[in-house]
């Protein structure tokens, strides 16, 4: 990270919530949002001016991120790397530095504290944005290191985990315990409590779980306006579209041709839930599959898609909206 000017065009992010701390940032012009996401939505903390500091309050422990940052107009801003300035920060006194530190550690406290008071009674913020890609990544990599295969699936030694999940990456036990029990009801592990504290953990499907924390980390470091998110209703619809495109002919590019009413007629009957003709609208939008188009010979209406391509994704919508129900 060098130091300089940096500008950041409207609704782009000058960092994340979650990302590497490395430097901090003065406004020079334009307007900047401090933002948290909660659940699917975004929520503005607080809109800031030219002279305003920005991402300062991690120069003292070096925390990630705790509040993403976007500018709401073209904006620049002045980066100031913390290589640079805890050079500086050591010729400080001593007493200088120590109240410094102590302010900062005031205001973090304060800031939870707050955060916590927020919340409705009962709600626990268990998994912030990267937790349960941290959490899955700790199971495993114990499971890859120190687990023993069986006919079940990869037994994962219990106290391994613990000590991985406590010890090395600082995250609480009760968090992983509530995942384990998510990813057991969703298939992908088993998780049982034995007697006298013991606990069963064997990973099934551990392919998966890889191939879901390497697309889901990739997801959320794309720039806003890169990512394609599913909503709950339409991933049914991707599961309607790939249950009948699996019973279609792909062609030498591996696209299917799909007729919509035929689906419609169908769909209630093979899958218990109807789907309509303009269902697949939202799903056009997002270039998921072609628009519609009309078959004179046929008179009906279609639209083409490459399986195999939806495959890669709806598997991983369904593991993050089942794990929300569940963690909860």
Wanted: charged fraction near 30%; charge should be neutral; glycine fraction near 6%.
């Amino acid at each position: 990270m060098s130091a300089g000017a940096k500008k950041i065009p409207a609704g782009h992010y000058l960092f994340r919530d979650g990302d590497p701390s490395d430097a901090m940032y003065v406004i020079k012009g334009g307007r900047l949002a401090v933002t948290k996401s909660k659940n699917t939505s975004e929520i503005i903390l607080a809109e800031l001016g030219p002279g305003a500091m920005v991402g300062e309050m991690a120069f003292f422990d070096g925390r990630p991120r705790s509040a993403s940052v976007k500018a709401v107009k073209d904006s620049e801003v002045i980066c100031l790397p913390f290589k640079s300035l805890h050079a500086q920060f050591q010729n400080f006194p001593e007493w200088c530095k120590a109240v410094m530190r102590t302010v900062n550690d005031h205001l973090r406290e304060a800031n939870m504290r707050i955060k916590a008071l927020e919340k409705p009674p009962g709600e626990e913020d268990l998994f912030p944005p990267h937790t349960i890609n941290k959490l899955i990544s700790i199971l495993n990599l114990v499971g890859l290191r120190y687990g023993k295969p069986s006919e079940e699936g990869l037994v994962v030694p219990q106290y391994t985990l613990r000590n991985y999940t406590i010890q090395i990456f600082q995250e609480a036990t009760h968090k992983m315990d509530k995942l384990l029990q998510g990813l057991n009801d969703i298939g992908l592990i088993i998780f049982e409590n034995l007697t006298e504290g013991r606990q069963k953990i064997v990973i099934v499907q551990q392919e998966m779980l890889f191939d879901f924390v390497d697309w889901h980390n990739e997801w959320l470091f794309k720039k806003e306006q890169d990512r394609i998110q599913i909503k709950e209703e339409e991933l049914k619809i991707l599961k309607a579209l790939l249950h009948f495109g699996q019973k279609l002919i792909l062609n030498d590019k591996g696209v299917v041709k799909l007729p919509l009413k035929k689906m419609q007629d169908e769909s209630m009957k093979e899958l218990d839930f109807l789907v309509k003709v303009d269902d697949v609208n939202s799903l056009i939008e997002k270039k998921l599959v072609t628009d519609k188009t009309t078959d004179n010979d046929n008179d009906g209406v279609y639209i083409t898609f490459i399986p195999s391509e939806l495959e890669k994704i709806t598997p991983k919508w369904d593991i993050i909206y089942k794990l929300k129900k569940i963690t909860r």
